[in-house]
DNA sequence: GCGACAG
DNA sequence: ATCTTGTCGC
């Protein structure tokens, strides 16, 4: 798939503030997708185990699944530098790169994509989820395990169950439960769909674990040694 | 000044 | 993110 090349990577972080200030506005909070048949997912997994913020070694991996069957039809690997340091609001300049690296290499074409990490719920609305979305134009979804930013009630017990992420007096994503007796997840918009239908995707992609099941599979294979 | 802080 | 064994529970 092709995925468009918005601006350079090689950027300081005041300068990646600056270009998250610049392209959110860009970002479309509303939509449903179709009939999904073709579901994607990236990730990205650290092949050394150096301070967080150093420059190390990164491998990123996305996988193509077919749904409802759920079942994998194609994955891509790529192995590189990640030279910017984890700075918080600011992940998608230390790890988009090598996603849209592996992503570009997708040969298929998926109807929805789910990323590792916030989209909308992000101090600067720009999450790495909205970043790469917004890249690839298309339907994309931010799964987070942890939040980065807002206030939220605690969901209820069972599976389905959701509260409000709320930032000021604004909704920037769900906190939802996907399964009974484990910690929720952080849902937010990363592009072109909204908050609702997100929520109804993750739900439905993750039928058995907490995390959706496309996000396992490429945190998986971003594991694996190989490349 | 203090606490929070995706992966 | 990553370092790590056993262990509690379904």
Redesign the pocket.
């Known amino acids: 798939m092709h995925l468009e090349r918005l601006h350079e990577w090689n950027l300081t972080p005041v300068e990646a503030i600056a270009l998250q200030k610049e392209l959110a506005p860009r970002v479309v909070r509303d939509g449903d997708p179709g009939d999904v048949r073709l579901v994607a997912a990236a990730?990205?997994?650290?092949v050394d185990?150096r301070w967080?913020r150093q420059p190390t070694r990164g491998r990123a991996a996305v996988v193509l699944m077919r749904y409802p069957e759920l079942d994998v039809i194609e994955e891509q690997v790529v192995e590189g530098d990640v030279n910017f340091p984890?700075v918080?609001?600011?992940?998608?300049f230390r790890e988009a790169p090598l996603l849209a690296q592996a992503l570009e290499r997708l040969e298929g074409a998926p109807d929805l994509l789910l990323i590792?990490?916030?989209g909308y719920a992000?101090p600067r609305r720009f999450?790495?989820?909205s970043h790469l979305g917004l890249m690839a134009d298309l339907p994309t979804i931010?799964c987070?395990?942890?939040?980065?930013?807002g206030d939220n009630a605690e969901p209820g017990p069972r599976r389905g169950a959701k509260a409000e992420l709320r930032l000021g007096d604004e909704v920037i994503g769900a906190v939802l439960r996907t399964r009974e007796g484990v910690k929720p997840i952080y849902v937010s918009v990363g592009h072109k769909i909204g908050l609702e239908a997100a929520v109804r995707w993750a739900l439905r992609l993750a039928p058995r674990f907490r995390l959706p099941e496309p996000i396992r599979e490429a945190?998986a294979l971003s594991?694996k040694r190989r490349a």
């Open positions: 990730d990205l997994a650290f185990r967080p984890y918080p609001g600011l992940l998608s590792d990490g916030h992000h999450g790495i989820a931010g987070a395990k942890s939040r980065l930013c945190d594991k």
